[in-house]
């Protein structure tokens, strides 16, 4: 049996092989439909090659379906062990924390207070003797 690529490639061409045979057709058919060699579409189908995006969307294409349809519930887990779990969003929001921190620390260290007027504000609002 050949080695699996990774379990998202099993997904995708599970999802390729039961629309092709859904529709009726062989493999030779669809590569020559998709411009993309049978012998890497039934690698693809097997799990054993993941599909690069050109040849997804020839794929799709040529199946008469969208693209994500291929890649429905594949997450970044499917491809193996991931370092850790963060997102874009995870980024940013502690890249503001950092930085809310830091203007907090600065503020601090000027003795400045946001909510007290400077001191030579105070004096000039004063009236003179």
Same mark, same amino acid.
């Given at each position: 049996?050949?080695?699996?690529?990774?379990?998202?490639?099993?997904?995708?061409?599970?999802?390729v092989?039961?629309?092709?045979?859904?529709?009726?057709?062989?493999?030779?058919?669809?590569?020559?439909l998709?411009?993309?060699?049978?012998?890497?579409?039934?690698?693809?189908?097997? #799990?054993?090659q993941?599909?690069?995006?050109?040849?997804?969307?020839?794929?799709?294409?040529?199946l #008469?379906?969208?693209?994500g349809?291929?890649?429905?519930?594949?997450?970044?887990?499917?491809?193996?062990?991931?370092?850790h779990?963060?997102?874009a969003?995870?980024?940013?929001?502690?890249?503001a924390?950092?930085?809310?921190?830091?203007?907090g620390?600065?503020?601090?260290?000027? #003795?400045?207070?946001?909510a007290?007027?400077?001191?030579?504000?105070?004096?000039?609002?004063?009236?003179?003797?």
């Open positions: 049996m050949a080695k699996i690529h990774s379990a998202a490639a099993l997904k995708i061409g599970k999802r092989r039961e629309v092709r045979q859904h529709l009726g057709i062989s493999l030779e058919d669809l590569g020559e998709a411009e993309v060699s049978w012998t890497s579409i039934g690698k693809i189908e097997r #799990g054993a993941s599909p690069n995006v050109e040849t997804l969307v020839r794929l799709a294409t040529a #008469g379906v969208d693209p349809h291929l890649l429905a519930d594949v997450t970044a887990d499917d491809y193996g062990q991931r370092l779990r963060l997102t969003r995870d980024f940013i929001n502690a890249r924390a950092r930085e809310k921190l830091a203007a620390s600065a503020a601090d260290a000027s #003795g400045v207070d946001d007290t007027p400077p001191p030579e504000a105070t004096v000039a609002s004063q009236p003179a003797p």
